[in-house]
T-cell receptor, first 115, second 113 residues
Framework: GAGVSQTPSNKVTEKGKYVELRCDPI?????LYWYRQSLGQGPEFLIY????????DSGLPNDRFFAVRPEGSVSTLKIQRTERGDSAVYLC?????????????FGPGTRLTVL | DQQVKQNSPSLSVQEGRISILNCDYT??????FLWYKKYPAEGPTFLIS?????DKNEDGRFTVFLNKSAKHLSLHIVPSQPGDSAVYFC????????????FGQGTTLQVKP
């Protein structure tokens, strides 16, 4: 079956520009996560959606970052006024169970490069 | 503050031998630990997990050991195969309504034929 997909796979932008990264979770998965992986590091939690609502956005680094999931399936991570330090691989994951332990299925990621 | 640490950035093992990947953590509230495997240009894939109430979980060639007193867990792969060459991430979960995972920095395993 189809896994988690993310588009684009690569995004190069200039400092100060706005970008949107898309995530299509596994069909029927109610939980959706965004993580950011910098070079040489493990994935770092950004935000968690349960259905349409952002249940935990404590990992968003600042107010330039925002994410939506208007219909409870596809999610978009939005970054305003990009900075060079935003360069990383942005990973999306989905899960069928609510809270506590859950196996998260990851997409291939979007590699964002801010010049 | 790195709550989950993988202190060995890389490990090289001969095919057929045992691979042991280590992970240390600082937060005693973690209730689940997971290992993920990642190939280049792919997302991490779930490998094996262990609840904090257990000290061992086995799945085929993969076994995870948890030592709560030492706040240490390890992943054993026996026998190692060249296809096991990848980056391995240790992750931990805190009891909450979110299920968010805290990851270590990863260990690159190379299994030589």
């Amino acid at each position: 079956g189809a896994g988690v997909s993310q588009t684009p796979s690569n995004k190069v932008t200039e400092k100060g520009k706005y970008v949107e990264l898309r995530c299509d979770p596994i069909s029927g998965h109610t939980a959706l996560y965004w993580y950011r992986q910098s070079l040489g590091q493990g994935p770092e939690f950004l935000i968690y959606f349960q259905g349409t609502g952002a249940a935990d956005d404590s990992g968003l680094p600042n107010d330039r970052f925002f994410a939506v999931r208007p219909e409870g399936s596809v999610s978009t991570l939005k970054i305003q006024r990009t900075e060079r330090g935003d360069s990383a691989v942005y990973l999306c994951a989905s899960s069928s169970t609510r809270g506590s332990y859950n196996e998260q299925f990851f997409g291939p990621g979007t590699r964002l490069t801010v010049l | 503050d790195q709550q989950v640490k993988q202190n060995s950035p890389s490990l090289s093992v001969q095919e057929g031998r045992i691979s042991i990947l280590n992970c240390d953590y600082t937060n005693s509230m973690f209730d689940y630990f997971l290992w993920y495997k990642k190939y280049p240009a792919e997302g991490p894939t779930f490998l094996i997990s262990i609840s904090s109430i257990k000290d061992k979980n086995e799945d085929g060639r993969f076994t995870v050991f948890l030592n709560k007193s030492a706040k240490h867990l390890s992943l054993h792969i026996v026998p190692s195969q060249p296809g096991d060459s990848a980056v391995y991430f240790c992750a931990a979960s805190i009891p909450s309504n979110t299920g968010k995972l805290i990851f270590g920095q990863g260990t690159t395993l190379q299994v030589k034929p």
